[in-house]
């Protein structure tokens, strides 16, 4: 499981200090990012460079409890399902052990030509070692 921790900032709140529900998707999108570049190998900027993307094509959230100014979310993501062209995320958020949201997310993986394409092996191999194991 791969794992980050994001402190709730001012920006993430609305004026009752508590996290703005779409601030989640952007500590998503951090997570997602921070591990394609740290564990993949392959940053979103390398990726926009070379003309290639990984855009969400689905988002489905459970939010189970608020988060508030100051506190630390920590994050973890697995890998629920890898297919040809697509990958399933769920990245649970915490907080002193619990659990604030559930999200699942899918990305597509998009060639140069802006058309969803099956995964490099590399790439597959190292989303294939995240993959939730069950039993």
Request: aromatic residues 12%.
């Amino acid at each position: 499981m791969y794992q980050r921790a994001i402190r709730v900032e001012f920006n993430h709140c609305d004026p009752a200090g508590i996290v703005f529900y779409p601030r989640y998707f952007e500590m998503t999108n951090s997570v997602m990012e921070n591990f394609f570049r740290e564990i993949v190998g392959y940053s979103y900027a390398a990726m926009m460079a070379d003309g290639i993307g990984v855009p969400t094509a689905r988002v489905e959230t459970d939010f189970h409890a608020p988060s508030r100014l100051g506190e630390v979310l920590d994050w973890g993501l697995v890998v629920e399902k890898l297919g040809g062209s697509s990958a399933g995320f769920r990245l649970e958020a915490r907080c002193g052990g619990a659990l604030r949201l559930v999200a699942r997310l899918v990305l597509v993986w998009l060639s140069p030509e802006g058309r969803p394409a099956r995964w490099p092996e590399r790439i597959r191999a190292v989303l294939a070692a995240h993959e939730e194991k069950t039993a």
